[in-house]
Structure formats: structure tokens, C-alpha cells
């Protein structure tokens, strides 16, 4: 709980507390005694507290609490009784004279000496045990079973504030107050207004969308802006059963006194186990006050009024000027440089500030080169995804002069570069996004045999655009069980959004086969894990290359939906002599290599690299240089691996 006012208040609700405390003992003795002097004792004390209560600045924390919990005016004078055998000792020993064993009162005791009594302020659901502000003791008569205040009310009261540690052990303060961007601001005011609008009956907030930083953000803005402090649970830590139900009740009562707020962060549970749902479920139908769920996607079945707002990253243009204003000027990163950037990854708030202040700390003022190097790096690295099992990350090594295809192929290749630098430039700023009914992924087929430079252009494009590259094996990711296939597809694609980086589908035809009639089950879901494919590739901001040896496999509803098809065609004896030239690394020793006799080898550029590695290998046990003998005894190797014959035209050499 927090302190509810200054010292000045401190001081008048002691002063006052403790006039409550001796109007209480004058009471007790009054209903025991019942003589005049003792009946204008209790006459003189409620005046005394009365006068107390005018020199209160703010309301009583006793009197806060009793009007929030709904107490009435007995169940006050018991909790007032249980206080005062803690703080004042002439009324614990009028408790111990009355009970003749025990220094706490007892309900019996508050029936036979205070006015107003009631039956039902014992009752399991009278504030006083709803709320957990009193403990009765175990005993055989309820009514003559000893009463003990809270530890935590009893400080309350006397206006030490602090939050109970039944409740620290599992939630945070949400400390810090972030400037929102205009598109999280509205999303701020929304949840206000829809607090005002439904007279507080929509406090329910599910805040869908993957970064959790920038939805805490807004939760935040949104309580302080309405009077209410902001803490955190983490969802995988929730207690269940009767301990959940504990939990509830007590968070309830601090927020009821406090003005406190609830954010359920689910963004690490696992909502698909049954017991951990129904844990989340059962705390945010139960909460009174503010409070707000993270999760991912609206998974959440909840019955409880509600709200639902999905948390996107801030706007392209949002991010521009978040860089802008945490990137120190001289540096003098231009708007051009910032404009590609925020194309190319995208960035929560804290994100884009906690890279700023590393950037503003790396960066050598005045080297534009260098310092467009290192934020880029930086931002690769900040938006890298987690793909584990499903994809490999490639190391990019091969440039355009590796690439030994057809000039007609390189242009388009080069085309795809420039779609990607210039994207936010077209799609944006010259409106084409606008005017497209569909996603606005940049998608590409690569199509020919094995070995023909496929998986090398894709290193040559993330060489160009300084990407991470990630290989994903459709034929590992398509799954015999209805609906997995689609769900690996989805933590790939979300896995890689935020950082655009260029994911590589290889051995598409495992998925893509001409589409058939549906005959049964498996063909309907096997359109459907093509369909998904499509749209997700549409509408992904980054680039994402198929490669497939049979394009003939592949319908043509599938390819017309493609921006880029490019044919690897195999290479001829020209293409290959340029292969050869460039198999070996400057520094490995050759002799007497005759490119146009290797040229004569009908292998695509694949199986080119391979023979050259193994007469490397060859050379080196002998201790020579590299030969056409070792090439040709390499070549045999390559071949049977073919399992294709190798000519005398071939190898004649």
C-alpha cells in the first residue's frame, strides 16, 4: 500500500486514531459499568474524536478503508478493538479482565460491550473475513473465538503503508513513465474511455501483439493518467486452487485501498496447458479494478466485460522519429540512412532507445561509413529471430562476382536488391501501398537443378542487403499431422518479422505440387498449408525466396502470385569455364590446370565445388599441388555420386 498523504497527515490520523481507541474503552466500560461519570467519559471522547476528525487534511486511513471495504459502523468498533489491544495497553487489559484467558478480543466480547452490534459482522462474507482484515483463531464457539487483526491492516491504519509480502512475492511495480507514440497514445486514451464510458464496468484489458515492452507501456500511461499505480504478475508463476482464490482476494483489497493495477503478463506461459489457462482465466474474471492480460493472440475465452486492442510496433514514420530523437545529432545521421533503416527492421520504442544509446556510445563522429555499419549490425542483431529447430541461419560468404549465371538472371537478382533498399521509398512515400489489395511481401521463386547457384544467389542478395539469411527445409517443416505445418510456418514467419530477414524455403515442391481435386482430408489441408504459405509470404516485410528443381511441379495460380521467377539454367562450357576459375581460393597451390578441358565436365557449378575440394584433399596427402590427376580421380568420385558415367570426352587428360 502506499502512504496516503504527507506528515502533516500523519500525524492527525495517529492523533485521531487514538481518540477512536479511547472512545472505544469508554464504550466498553459504559455497556459494563453503566454509571453516569462513565457515560459523560464516552459523551467527552466522542467529541474528542469528532474534533479529531475536523483536523484530518484528507480522510482517516480507517475511515478510507471502512467506506471502501464497506464496513459498518460495528464491524468498524471491532477492528478498532482488535487494533487497539496492539497499540494501547489500558484497553488489552480491559480485554484480559473481560476474557479472563486471552489478551484478543473475542466476537462475544464485541456483541456484549459495543452499540450497534450485529450477528452477520461474523459471517465468512462480512468484510471483516472477506477481506481477510481480522483472523479468528480456531476454536470450538465461533462467537467466544479469539480475534487478531492483520499485521498489514493494523499498519494501515496508523498510516504505515506498504505493500503486503504475500503479495510482493509475485508482483512488480511497474516503475518509469515512457512518452508514448501518437498510434500507442490513442490506444492509451481508448482504454481510459472505455473505463468513463462503461462507468468502470469494462476494467478488463487484453492487450494482443508480441512485444510486451511497448503494451506495458501503454498500460502504464493509461493508469497514471487515471490515478492508478501499475504492477506486474508474471502469469507462469500464478499459485492455483485455493492459494489463486487467496491471491485474488488479497490483491483486491490493496487495489480497492491503493488504486492499484493489475498487468497479467502471459507472454511466457504456456496458454495451451489447460491448468495454466484456467490459472490466468480464473484471475482476470475475478480481479476488481484495473487490469490488463498480455498474451500474443486473443486466446483468452473470457466471459468477463472486456476490451481487446492489438499492440503494434509504432508506425514507420513513429520510428524514424524515435531514432532521430535518440541518436545524438552529431553523429548526423541522414534522414535517408534512418528512412532504410526503419524499412528494414522493425523496432519497439525501447528497442530503437536502448540501441540509440549503444549506437550513441560505438559510433565515431563525423565517419558516416562506419557509423551506418555499426547501427545497422546492431539492429540485425536486436531483431534476429529464434527459429531453433526450424531454420538454419547460412552464413552469407559468396558475392556478385561468385555468381556465374546468365547476365538476364543477374539483372532481376539485382532488381530484388533494389525492391528491398527502396521499399518504404515506393510503397510509402509514393503511395503504392495504398493502392495494393494484397500483402506487400517481396516474394521470389528460384527454380532449376541441383547445384545451378540457387542457395549461392540467396547469399549474393544477403551479402547485398547486409541480412541475416535463413534456410528452412520445407520438406522438415511440412508435418503428416492436419494443422502442424501451418503452425511451424507461423512461428517461422513471426520469428522473422521484426527484422525482415530474408528467409530461404528450400525443396518447395515438398509443399507445392500442382493442386489436385480434394479427395479426401489431407488434400483439402494440403491446399490450405499452400494458401497459408502464399499469405503470409504476401504480407511479409521482408524477403522470401523459394527454390525448387521441378517448376513444372508447381501449379499456375501459385506462381502467378509471385512477384520474381527466376530459371538457373545449367551452366554451358563457357559458364563453366568461369565455374573452374573460381573454385580454387587464391592461396591454394594448382599446376598445369587446363579450364578448358575441366569445362568439359558436364556437372552443374554444385558438383564443380565439390570435385575441387576433393582433389584438394587429394593433393594435399600427396604433398603436391593441385593437378588434372587429382581433378580426375575427383571427378570419378563426384560422378558415382551422380551415378552418372563419366565420358572419355570428359576426361581426357
Known amino acids: 500500500m502506499s502512504t496516503p498523504g504527507p506528515d502533516n497527515w500523519i500525524n492527525a490520523n495517529q492523533h485521531y486514531l487514538v481518540a477512536l481507541l479511547i472512545e472505544i474503552k469508554a464504550e466498553i466500560r459504559l455497556r459494563t459499568q453503566n454509571t453516569d461519570a462513565l457515560n459523560n467519559d464516552w459523551f467527552n471522547a466522542k467529541q474528542a474524536t469528532a474534533d479529531a476528525e475536523l483536523a484530518l487534511p484528507v480522510p482517516a486511513a480507517i475511515n478510507e478503508l471502512c467506506s471502501v471495504l464497506n464496513l459498518s459502523s460495528f464491524e468498524k468498533k471491532i477492528l478498532l478493538l482488535c487494533a487497539g489491544v496492539e497499540l494501547d495497553e489500558e484497553l488489552s487489559q480491559l480485554v484480559i479482565s473481560y476474557t479472563q484467558t486471552s489478551v484478543l478480543p473475542t466476537f462475544r466480547m464485541a456483541l456484549q460491550t459495543l452499540t450497534d452490534a450485529h450477528w452477520s459482522a461474523l459471517s465468512p462474507l462480512s468484510p471483516l473475513r472477506y477481506w481477510r482484515?481480522?483472523?479468528?483463531?480456531?476454536?470450538?464457539?465461533?462467537?467466544?473465538?479469539?480475534?487478531?487483526?492483520?499485521?498489514?491492516?493494523?499498519?494501515?491504519?496508523?498510516?504505515?503503508?506498504?505493500?503486503?509480502?504475500?503479495?510482493?512475492?509475485?508482483?512488480?511495480?511497474?516503475?518509469?513513465?515512457?512518452?508514448?507514440?501518437?498510434?500507442?497514445?490513442?490506444?492509451?486514451?481508448?482504454?481510459?474511455?472505455?473505463?468513463?464510458?462503461?462507468?468502470?464496468?469494462?476494467?478488463?484489458?487484453?492487450?494482443?501483439?508480441?512485444?510486451?515492452?511497448?503494451?506495458?507501456?501503454?498500460?502504464?500511461?493509461?493508469?497514471?493518467?487515471?490515478?492508478?499505480?501499475?504492477?506486474?504478475?508474471?502469469?507462469?508463476?500464478?499459485?492455483?486452487?485455493?492459494?489463486?482464490?487467496?491471491?485474488?482476494?488479497?490483491?483486491?483489497?490493496?487495489?480497492?485501498?491503493?488504486?492499484?493495477?493489475?498487468?497479467?503478463?502471459?507472454?511466457?506461459?504456456?496458454?495451451?496447458?489447460?491448468?495454466?489457462?484456467?490459472?490466468?482465466?480464473?484471475?482476470?474474471?475475478?480481479?476488481?479494478?484495473?487490469?490488463?492480460?498480455?498474451?500474443?493472440?486473443?486466446?483468452?475465452?473470457?466471459?468477463?466485460?472486456?476490451?481487446?486492442?492489438?499492440?503494434?510496433?509504432?508506425?514507420?514514420?513513429?520510428?524514424?522519429?524515435?531514432?532521430?530523437?535518440?541518436?545524438?545529432?552529431?553523429?548526423?545521421?541522414?534522414?535517408?540512412?534512418?528512412?532504410?533503416?526503419?524499412?528494414?527492421?522493425?523496432?519497439?520504442?525501447?528497442?530503437?532507445?536502448?540501441?540509440?544509446?549503444?549506437?550513441?556510445?560505438?559510433?565515431?563522429?563525423?565517419?558516416?561509413?562506419?557509423?551506418?555499419?555499426?547501427?545497422?549490425?546492431?539492429?540485425?542483431?536486436?531483431?534476429?529471430?529464434?527459429?531453433?529447430?526450424?531454420?538454419?541461419?547460412?552464413?552469407?560468404?559468396?558475392?556478385?562476382?561468385?555468381?556465374?549465371?546468365?547476365?538476364?538472371?543477374?539483372?532481376?537478382?539485382?532488381?530484388?536488391?533494389?525492391?528491398?533498399?527502396?521499399?518504404?521509398?515506393?510503397?510509402?512515400d509514393w503511395g503504392f501501398a495504398a493502392k495494393s489489395s494484397r500483402g506487400l511481401g517481396i516474394t521470389v521463386l528460384l527454380y532449376g537443378e541441383s547445384g545451378t547457384g540457387k542457395t549461392m544467389a540467396s547469399e549474393v542478395l544477403a551479402n547485398e542487403l547486409q541480412l541475416d539469411l535463413y534456410r528452412i527445409d520445407l520438406s522438415q517443416v511440412v508435418n503428416k499431422y492436419i494443422g502442424e505445418t501451418e503452425k511451424n510456418l507461423k512461428k517461422i514467419f513471426d520469428a522473422a518479422e521484426d527484422g525482415g530477414s530474408i528467409l530461404l524455403f528450400d525443396e518447395a515442391d515438398a509443399l507445392f505440387g500442382r493442386r489436385s481435386e480434394v479427395k479426401d482430408s489431407h488434400d483439402r489441408y494440403g491446399n490450405i498449408e499452400v494458401s497459408y504459405l502464399l499469405q503470409r509470404m504476401e504480407s511479409y516485410r521482408g524477403l522470401a525466396i523459394l527454390t525448387t528443381n521441378m517448376k513444372n511441379a508447381l501449379d499456375a495460380a501459385f506462381l502467378r502470385r509471385l512477384r520474381f521467377v527466376v530459371q538457373f539454367p545449367f551452366p554451358d562450357t563457357t559458364q563453366r569455364i568461369e565455374i573452374w576459375k573460381r573454385a580454387f581460393p587464391a592461396q591454394t597451390p594448382t599446376n598445369g590446370l587446363d579450364m578448358d578441358k575441366l569445362a568439359r565436365l558436364n556437372v552443374a557449378g554444385g558438383n564443380i565445388k565439390n570435385i575441387a575440394m576433393n582433389a584438394s584433399f587429394i593433393a594435399a596427402s600427396n604433398g603436391e599441388p593441385v593437378q588434372m590427376a587429382h581433378i580426375s580421380r575427383a571427378a570419378r568420385t563426384e560422378y558415382n555420386k551422380l551415378e552418372k558415367m563419366l565420358s572419355s570426352s570428359e576426361i581426357n587428360y
Open 133 to 428: 482484515l481480522i483472523e479468528v483463531t480456531p476454536g470450538e464457539l465461533t462467537a467466544g473465538s479469539p480475534l487478531k487483526i492483520d499485521e498489514q491492516v493494523l499498519h494501515y491504519i496508523t498510516g504505515v503503508n506498504y505493500m503486503d509480502e504475500r503479495l510482493t512475492e509475485l508482483v512488480e511495480y511497474i516503475d518509469g513513465e515512457e512518452e508514448l507514440v501518437p498510434t500507442q497514445q490513442a490506444l492509451a486514451q481508448q482504454i481510459i474511455t472505455a473505463w468513463q464510458q462503461t462507468n468502470n464496468a469494462a476494467m478488463l484489458t487484453q492487450l494482443t501483439g508480441t512485444d510486451n515492452a511497448d503494451k506495458r507501456a501503454i498500460a502504464k500511461a493509461a493508469t497514471v493518467m487515471s490515478g492508478y499505480q501499475l504492477f506486474a504478475v508474471n502469469a507462469g508463476n500464478l499459485p492455483s486452487g485455493k492459494s489463486l482464490n487467496e491471491f485474488i482476494r488479497l490483491w483486491n483489497r490493496e487495489s480497492a485501498l491503493n488504486n492499484f493495477a493489475l498487468f497479467i503478463d502471459c507472454m511466457e506461459s504456456d496458454i495451451t496447458d489447460k491448468a495454466s489457462l484456467q490459472s490466468i482465466i480464473t484471475l482476470a474474471e475475478n480481479i476488481q479494478g484495473p487490469a490488463f492480460v498480455s498474451t500474443i493472440t486473443a486466446a483468452l475465452n473470457l466471459k468477463k466485460t472486456h476490451i481487446t486492442l492489438n499492440v503494434n510496433k509504432p508506425t514507420v514514420k513513429e520510428q524514424l522519429a524515435l531514432w532521430q530523437t535518440y541518436l545524438k545529432p552529431e553523429l548526423k545521421y541522414s534522414t535517408q540512412t534512418l528512412s532504410r533503416l526503419v524499412s528494414q527492421f522493425n523496432m519497439s520504442t525501447q528497442t530503437i532507445r536502448n540501441t540509440a544509446m549503444e549506437v550513441n556510445y560505438q559510433s565515431l563522429n563525423g565517419d558516416m561509413a562506419k557509423n551506418g555499419q555499426v547501427i545497422w549490425k546492431m539492429c540485425c542483431a536486436e531483431t534476429r529471430p529464434k527459429l531453433n529447430e526450424l531454420a538454419e541461419r547460412v552464413t552469407p560468404v559468396a558475392h556478385w562476382d561468385d555468381l556465374v549465371i546468365p547476365q538476364q538472371q543477374k539483372e532481376v537478382l539485382k532488381e530484388i536488391a533494389i525492391h528491398v533498399q527502396h521499399r518504404m521509398t515506393v510503397y510509402d
